[in-house]
């Protein structure tokens, strides 16, 4: 039915994941360009970066699909909701809507956009299953940022700072995005970076790298390396030290794996915040 492809289409395109994405470029671009923000350039930078997070998705399942249909079977091609093809024919589809959407957009902008497809494809096609995947989320994650900005014809010193931090989050959302289907990984022979790591490891590691990038930010605002409003940091920093310790706390590799996803989503919210509030807290 026309209703079942409908929902296999959008399920095709990982919203929950890509709806974060989304929103943390919204983020980046709106900050970029306040106070005087060019609406018809933000709407072509969100837009273009939508259409290549859910190309990325997309083309992630048409690679994952044998898996899928062993250990995931409530997935779109599984379910025989969308034909591979179909599936292959849309991811590219959208690449081509993104490069249209991005030829208004400065050169910088282009070349980011592309490197970044390049990182996600990489990972689709080979990369995930190795312990390279923490590298590419760690190369590809610091390109939000930038983008948004070069998009929005405002690139700042800040957001060479933002890079190590971006960096040190983008192995922070790889583990986290990874620990949901650990054990189906390990079973199907692939050695994710959380894999290799096990689920205790990987659960250390997050809060670990994140308290790192919690430390960078205060030291860089406390020696005026990088100047930033306290009204502003502090909280932030609050903020994000509560969240990361309610996520210790309530979250874990003792807990049911149906919790992992929930947990996902809760560390992906607190690198935004952190982000986001550091570069509010500089720049306004």
């Not at 915040?273 to 500089?282: C, D, E, F, Q, R």
């Amino acid at each position: 039915r026309f209703t079942d492809i409908a929902r296999g289409f959008f399920l095709l395109g990982h919203p929950g994941p890509v709806l974060f994405h989304v929103l943390g470029v919204t983020l980046f671009a709106v900050l970029a360009g306040w106070p005087h923000i060019a609406w018809g350039v933000l709407v072509l930078v969100v837009a273009a970066h939508t259409a290549m997070q859910l190309s990325i998705a997309v083309i992630n399942d048409y690679c994952d699909r044998y898996r899928d249909g062993q250990g995931k079977k409530s997935k779109p091609i599984p379910l025989g909701l969308v034909r591979p093809r179909e599936a292959l024919v849309y991811g590219w589809l959208l690449m081509g809507v993104m490069l249209l959407l991005l030829l208004p957009l400065n050169l910088f902008a282009l070349l980011v956009s592309l490197f970044y497809l390049a990182f996600g494809q990489a990972y689709n096609l080979g990369l995930k299953s190795t312990p390279l995947s923490g590298v590419v989320f760690a190369l590809a994650i610091p390109l939000i940022p930038l983008y948004a900005f070069a998009g929005m014809g405002h690139v700042v010193p800040l957001i060479f700072w933002l890079v190590p931090v971006a960096a040190l989050l983008g192995v922070v959302l790889n583990l986290a995005n990874s620990l949901p289907d650990l054990e189906e990984d390990a079973a199907s022979g692939a050695r994710t970076l959380a894999v290799v790591l096990g689920v205790r490891r990987s659960f250390l590691l997050i809060p670990v790298l994140m308290g790192i990038c919690l430390l960078f930010v205060g030291l860089l605002a406390w020696t005026a390396t990088v100047p930033a409003r306290s009204a502003i940091l502090l909280p932030t920093l609050a903020l994000t030290l509560l969240l990361l310790l309610g996520a210790m706390l309530f979250f874990g590799a003792t807990k049911p794996i149906s919790t992992r996803k929930r947990y996902f989503y809760l560390v992906m919210l607190t690198c935004l915040i952190l982000a986001g509030g550091w570069i509010i807290g500089v720049l306004f």
